[in-house]
Nanobody
Framework: QVQLVESGGGVVQPGGSLRLPCAASGSIIRINVMGWHRQASGKQRELVARITKGDSTNYAESVKGRFTVSRDYAKNTVYLQMNNLKPEDTAVYYC??????????????WGQGTQVTVSS
């Protein structure tokens, strides 16, 4: 059984920072792409940032220069460092990862989501 567990969400003032970790656990052979999506109330889920096994990164235009995605291979963990947060960053943030498990099945996994609220 493979699981992704996020943490680190909360309420922060505009201009503030948060760091979201997401740890993968279970019967994992290999983790390929890891990333973060978000879904604001009444809107579709969108890609925020992702990082490949070779550490190539992609970001949504709206977060470039403010957010940084990174991963710790030893801990099977991906991080999203969010700086200079804006009210429009308010959303539920979901971690996802492409994982090959012990049965050699390859699929996308999702975390349960963590709420980030940017408000004064």
């Amino acid at each position: 059984q493979v699981q992704l567990v996020e943490s680190g969400g909360g309420v922060v003032q505009p201009g503030g920072s948060l760091r979201l970790p997401c740890a993968a656990s279970g019967s994992i052979i290999r983790i390929n792409v890891m990333g973060w999506h978000r879904q604001a109330s009444g809107k579709q889920r969108e890609l925020v940032a992702r990082i490949t096994k070779g550490d190539s990164t992609n970001y949504a235009e709206s977060v470039k220069g403010r957010f940084t995605v990174s991963r710790d291979y030893a801990k099977n963990t991906v991080y999203l460092q969010m700086n200079n947060l804006k009210p429009e960053d308010t959303a539920v943030y979901y971690c996802n990862a492409g994982i090959v498990d012990m049965r050699l099945d390859s699929r996308d996994y999702w975390g349960q989501g963590t709420q980030v609220t940017v408000s004064s």
